[in-house]
């Protein structure tokens, strides 16, 4: 399986706009301060293991009163990062929840190194540095504590913020703050770590750090920020993606009550920088919106127009139908054994264009003033929204301040920075203004970055045992001059490649000019469902079921290399989350579910997370209803915080059952997305949620990686396996629609 | 024109067009940011308050209709031991992922609670049906619902 995350884009933007994260000392370094009043500053700057010199820095501040302030670096997408991360430094740095603080950070690489949120890379991205960042802290508290009492470290130990001495002696850190600014700094590579038996944070269920300032309805989000005489801004763009401005009546608009100011905006044309349009700003959003009536622009967009998702469809089918244009992996002898197949299986399925759909629509606030620029947002990808801010202003990245909100979700779509450099152009044109752009639901819709289609068309070989013995794929995807869109591009590593099977794996591309981008368990979500739902069939043609048929393909291997920065796929571990799943939900007795039900399985590796699920359907007035999933992930020998770990999986599996089962997709029509809101691009709805989810976590030795999407993947198949299972009918389209079963 | 507004238990006066729906004068005239923009269309129920004790969207309220109509918003939500029941259930659940539906979910939870005291599953699918969570928590909802109908 791919691990097609975005190790290879650390800043998500493989076209450029990349963190520079500077390159600091390699051991990276500690520093402690000592406050005013008696506190203690330490600025934990460290290496990170995996983010060729990244840095990770965390502001850790003990106060007289032995609270303790830690800062989180990563933005709050409802992930779970903001807790997690400070409780890996407040784990070696030996302190109790209860003392602690957590303040999120500004954006800043040079301080605080990678603060990307996506690709579920934060957790093995930071599992050693912020562990190492805490117990440097700790090493020299206990340095400090030595001095006073004229003993060894070695024999001093640390409990819920003091050291604990011969005699009953004990200090706490504040008292040692001081002292401890004074101590050198110890080698972060080599500091000594808890052992795990240790642990007293990590593995607790900690709940959200933000949950009850949520509950009170606080400002918290992007959305929220207030400042002294902001205006209020909607930006109207060229429907058709690509169009660029011939002219509008501004002035008819400027004229219009309440209406404060209307801006052309001449962009680059690039969907993730600036495209053309039209921002009117207001002191009140509603009013700037419903200016926009009243709007009448002229778009130069017949070039664009000419782009439909029936023409898309078309084209993809003829180039299905014929051979690839490009090998992505040819391994073994694949036509030999077609040539020798006792059976041949082929099929083709589809998946469409998605939406990310974040109920926090997209926005920002951004001042602009004496060449410089402070905003507010909600990114999952600040340093790339800062270099791209930079390019299209003309203004140095030191020039941009970027502050951090909490995020109203993410899934991706945050990891694109449209919205930051349309406040920051807008903001430009009324210097010392503060200005929040604010996307309409439509506009949301309208101008995302979408999961890319794609179409897939397979043929496997079976030989007398009923064992696949080629597997070839023919993906069509959209992208041009030999490259596929953001998103969009085949992965030679595409499970059962390295196992045995022969396999040739081709890839074709269509022209769109759709903007497309990262959507949750980006390249796996929509390949894992084709590549799991066309294997059941394999299965099923060899006279076995897919658990049966992935357990023995597992056999061809025990590890598979992946590429530079990824651990390798490990089939011990693939095998242990399988096994678990099927004893978890009774796999073996599925033939005695009653006529209309049905059981279904898939596995998927994806984001170095290891999950299968098992889906129990029940047909119900003409559509499929889910009774049941059952998940078993393998994330590493640590589940950090299991509350929240359980919470991903449980929104993994209903954004699944979202995809495949609500109706949504997205279309185009005349170069422009035909969906508007939640009635034409819906989302699962509590009636769409399964009564039961049960989650259960396997772990390894290998370190822990993250949760934010590997669930996902897997369901999506095993719901079209189980609706196969109960009604013998294959879903080879997304998303299911109730003519299916008519 | 000038409109009156009661809400959490206050009174307010303000200058407004009485077609702007209730959500943006909450948000740009009060200062109550805890009312949340979904979609404006009714589709989403993030901006979900009570009038008078009852779910309503609030991008679908002009304000010039409110009326003598109580408002209460997620704001003010805890001032009844009801509202305290709920808040007190999710936070304990720990309901929230991204959280930005949560105040329209407790807002609707706190009213399908005051008209059905004890809701079976069924009932509060279906007093919930209206609000939407991308980062769907309805598992969690579902619980915390429950919770606090205990
Ligand atoms: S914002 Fe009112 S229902 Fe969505
Ligand atoms: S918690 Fe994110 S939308 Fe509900």
Redesign the interface.
């Known amino acids: 399986m791919p691990l097609r995350d975005l190790y290879a884009h650390p800043c998500g933007d493989p076209g450029g706009g990349g963190v520079s994260a500077p390159v600091l000392s390699r051991r990276g370094f500690i520093a402690a301060t000592a406050l005013a009043g008696g506190g203690l500053m330490f600025d934990l700057r460290i290496a990170s293991a995996q983010a060729a010199g990244g840095v990770l820095n965390a502001f850790v501040r003990i106060a007289p009163d032995n609270r303790v302030t830690i800062g989180a670096k990563n933005a709050?997408?409802?992930?779970?990062a903001k807790t997690m991360l400070p409780m890996l430094i407040a784990e070696e740095l030996d302190i109790d929840w209860a003392q602690v603080t957590i303040e999120q950070t500004h954006a800043d690489a040079a301080i605080f190194g990678p603060q990307s949120a996506g690709g579920s890379r934060t957790t093995p991205r930071e599992w050693l540095p912020s562990r190492r960042a805490g117990a440097a802290a700790r090493a020299m508290l206990v340095a400090a504590a030595a001095k006073r009492w004229g003993v060894e470290p070695a024999t001093l130990t640390t409990r819920s913020g003091r050291v604990l001495g011969p005699g009953g002696r004990s200090l706490t850190y504040a008292a040692l703050a001081a002292d401890a600014a004074a101590m050198p700094a110890p080698e972060l590579e080599k500091v000594a770590l808890k052992d795990s038996a240790t642990f007293r944070i990590i593995g607790q269920s900690i709940?959200?750090v933000?949950?009850?300032a949520?509950?009170?309805?606080?400002?918290?989000?992007g959305?929220?920020v207030?400042l002294p005489d902001m205006l209020?801004a909607v930006f109207v763009t060229c429907p058709a993606f690509g169009g660029t401005m011939k002219s509008a009546n501004l002035d008819a608009v400027r004229a219009l009550p309440g209406v404060a100011h209307v801006v052309p905006i001449k962009g680059d044309g690039a969907p993730e920088s600036l495209v053309d349009g039209v921002a009117i700003l207001s002191?009140?959003?509603?009013?700037a919106n419903k200016a926009r009536d009243a709007l009448e622009i002229e778009w130069d967009d017949a070039a664009a127009r000419a782009f439909s998702s029936e023409t898309l469809a078309e084209g993809a089918k003829a180039k299905l139908a014929g051979k690839g244009e490009a090998e992505v992996l040819r391994s073994g002898d694949p036509d030999a054994a077609f040539a020798a197949a006792a059976k041949t299986v082929e099929a083709q399925y589809h998946y469409p264009f998605l939406a990310h759909?974040?109920?926090?629509?997209q926005n920002c606030t951004a001042r602009f003033a004496d060449g410089k620029v402070e905003i507010w947002a909600p990114t999952q990808n600040p340093e790339a929204g800062r270099t791209a801010v930079a390019k299209a202003l003309g203004i140095e990245p030191a020039a941009i301040r970027i502050n951090l909100t909490?995020?109203?979700?993410?899934?991706g779509r945050r990891l694109m920075n449209d919205y930051m450099v349309q406040a920051a152009a807008i903001a430009k044109a009324v210097p010392g203004t503060p200005v929040k752009l604010?996307y309409?639901?439509e506009d949301d819709t309208r101008r995302d970055f979408y999961r890319p289609a794609g179409w897939h068309r397979f043929r496997a070989a079976i030989d007398g045992q009923g064992r696949l013995t080629a597997l070839h794929d023919h993906f069509v995807t959209p992208g041009t001059g030999g490259k596929a869109v953001r998103a969009g591009d085949a992965s030679a590593s595409e499970f059962p490649a390295g196992l045995g099977p022969a396999i040739l794996y081709e890839q074709s591309l269509i022209p769109t000019n759709m903007p497309t981008g990262w959507l949750r368990a980006p390249g796996s979500n929509g390949v894992a469902y084709a590549f799991q739902g066309f294997l059941d069939e394999v299965a099923l043609a060899g006279g076995r079921d897919l658990p049966t048929l992935m357990l023995e393909l597992l056999d061809g291997a025990t590890e598979l290399a992946r590429g530079p920065n990824q651990p390798p796929f490990k089939t011990a571990r693939a095998r242990g989350v399988i096994e678990k799943a099927v004893a978890m939900s009774s796999w073996a007795d599925r033939a005695r579910l009653p006529k209309g039900e049905g059981k279904g399985f898939a596995f998927y590796y994806s984001h170095m997370g290891y999950f299968a699920e098992v889906v129990h359907v029940a047909m119900a007035e003409g559509m499929p209803v889910v009774r049941a999933v059952w998940a078993a992930g393998d994330v590493g020998s640590h589940i950090i915080n299991p509350?929240?770990a359980v919470?991903q999986v449980?929104?993994s599996?209903?954004?699944g059952l979202?995809q495949a089962l609500v109706g949504q997709a997205i279309t185009q029509v005349d170069g422009a997305v035909e969906q508007a809101?939640?009635?034409t691009h819906p989302?699962?709805?509590?009636?769409d949620?399964p009564?039961r989810?049960e989650v259960a976590f396997v772990t390894s030795e290998d370190p822990p990686t993250g949760m934010g999407e590997p669930a996902l993947p897997p369901l999506i198949p095993a719901l079209a396996n189980a609706i196969f299972a109960a009604t013998g009918r294959r879903v080879r389209s997304l998303p299911i629609r109730p003519e299916m079963f008519a | 024109m000038a409109i009156s507004l009661q809400v959490n238990g206050r009174a307010h006066r303000v200058e407004a067009d009485p077609d702007k729906p209730l959500l943006w004068v909450l948000r740009e005239e009060l200062g109550l940011l805890g009312t949340k923009f979904g979609c404006g269309a009714g589709l989403c129920g993030a901006c979900t308050v009570h009038l008078d004790g009852v779910a309503a969207r609030s991008c679908q309220t002009p304000v010039g209709e409110v009326g003598r109509a109580a408002v209460t918003t997620i704001e003010g939500v805890a001032a009844t031991a009801l509202g305290q029941r709920v808040g007190a259930a999710w936070i304990d659940a720990d309901v929230p992922q991204c959280g930005y539906c949560q105040a329209g979910q407790i807002m609707s939870a706190v009213a399908l609670l005051r008209e059905t005291p004890k809701p079976d599953d069924a009932a509060i699918d279906a007093g919930m049906a209206g609000n939407l969570c991308r980062c769907a928590t309805y598992t969690r909802i579902r619980a915390a619902i429950r919770a606090a109908a205990a």
């Open positions: 709050e997408v409802g992930q779970g709940r959200g933000d949950t009850p949520i509950v009170a309805g606080k400002p918290l989000y959305i929220d207030s209020h002191k009140s959003w509603w009013t759909a974040t109920l926090e629509p909490r995020i109203g979700g993410g899934f604010i309409t639901r509350l929240n919470h449980q929104g599996i209903i954004d979202g809101s939640f009635d989302l699962p709805r509590i009636t949620a009564p989810i």
